[in-house]
């Protein structure tokens, strides 16, 4: 099997990476923001990954892990905000989330 | 890559973090087992906790600085005294919380636990010197507090802003992660260290991948700091958020935020300083008028104090900026006042930011103190509870709380004689020494404007009247003993800075400064 070559998976980190930022932007769905960023965690880890295996060293490898930790960690504690949220105002959508006004 | 063999001598620079650690272990398994109904000792076990640490970490704060954990941290004096002040600060929050918690029925071990890990996180925040562990303590840090914002879960406001405070907080985070991952690609190493020699081959053969990366790191850490035009969160979390919690954001928060960021600047910054400068030159400038402009018009107490929050950052960003040399060929920097070639005196920009975060740190805890004993007998949690108006003619119901206030303001503004003042002289003096005169007037003309929503309060306390129906709040030691003890280093510090000054100098010995 060939290797998939480093711009390839670069760009395709790129890009999932520009749909997350954008999602976090666009979206109104809770839910949808949230899985927003961890699909710019997972291009960042995939980043990692591709320069790992073109430079031939391990670091890459282990940060993907230790990032894969940490996101779990941070999802939990947000699934946990996102319910919150839900109890107090019946929704997750975020045009409603208006109570602080300048 | 081998496994080290750990031997107690090498977790010794990181104790104050094992001790926060261990007092917030404790305080969970406490939870577990003890089932009496008071729990008043909890908040005993956490000052404990955050004394101690710091009482270790100013131990370990004259040593001379070296890589630990194979370079993957560096104990310096600039590490050490950051984590004195986060633990003083943790302290004072830690006194404020036990009151506060008590009138709301909520006092549980989790939420002093949450408050140590978050302390303990950013205490190896300003210790990490690679990447990745500087991405963990940051995530360290920012998941405990979200919990804390949404700590008091039952009104819409902190659950809303403990919301906002998470996306935006994971959204910088992977703006940081990407960063890192094509600062990994670009250079081979995690390490900020080994990072300098490629990065500045990698400017010249890949300048776009790498501007890249330096951009997305910076804007992780501008998130974190709330630097504007990145600060949109800040209000509405710092007043959604339980006001001790508040407390913690603007001092602890906000003082390993900057820690890790001189940290990865310092050495990121050496392989293009001028960009560098020049970002972070442009980013105080925004921050400093900015968050001044919008603190004019608020009249919510709490609001205004998260608008003062991010002013506050300016003048600090304004410190980090005087760490890089500025050959005044910038419109900012070109002043016929200035003789000769500026030499960057870092020792001396250190001290500044170093006791500008003591500063901010005493005065934001103090001022966020005397905000919740006011809040406590507001119904519900309206934005009433923090309106001006809360102020009017405390000095005649409460004389000790409105002096120390004034003077908590008097020092946010920067009006001597007390530590703000200092805290200011010292940034704004490395600032021009180091050819930034006109951003050094740009600093000092906001704060002129910032004195304005300052000094407003003071005028509320002083010389409005009291309010006829409005009840007296009621006096608890904790709460009295951290607005006196603040008080006191606030005014102290101002008179008298010149043995903490003398400390704090020794934070030049910043590792990889040769």
Redesign the interface.
Known sequence: MLPVPLPHTLALAAVLFCLGMVGVMVRRNALVVFMCVELMLNAANLTFLAFAQAHGDTTGHVSAFFVIAVAAAEASVGLAIVIAVFRSRGTVNLEELKTMKH | ?TLPDLTAADLQPVLPALVLAAGASVLLLSEVFLTTASRSHLALIALGSSVLAGGVALATAFEPAHAVFQGLAVQDPFSSFVTVVVCLGLAGVVLLSADFLKQRQAERGEYYALMLFAAAGMSLLAMSAEL?TL??NL?VLS?ST??LT?FL????????????Y??LG??S???F??G???L??VT???RLADMVGPLRTAMHTQPWLATCALALVAAGFAFKVAAVPFHMWA??VY??APTPVTALMSAGVKAAAFAGLVRVFLFLGRADPEVVALALSALAVLTMVGGNLLALPQRNVK?MLAYSSIAHAGYLLLGVAALFPHPGTGVLAATPLMLGSPAVNSADAYKGILFYLLAYTVSSVGAFGVLSVLERHADGDG?TAWDLDRFSGLAQRRPGWAVAMAAFMLSLAGIPPTVGFMGKLLVFRAAVDSGLLGLAIIGVLASAAGAYYYLRIVVYMFMRPAPAEGVLPEKYWATELALVASAVAVVALGVLPGRVADWLSQSGMFFGTR
């Open positions: 890559m990745i991405f963990i995530e998941v979200y919990a949404a879960r039952r009104g819409p406001r902190p659950a809303e802003a403990a919301f906002k998470f996306i994971a959204f985070a992977a703006l992660l990407y890192s991952a094509l990994y690609g081979g190493t995690t209000p509405d007043e959604g609001r934005a």
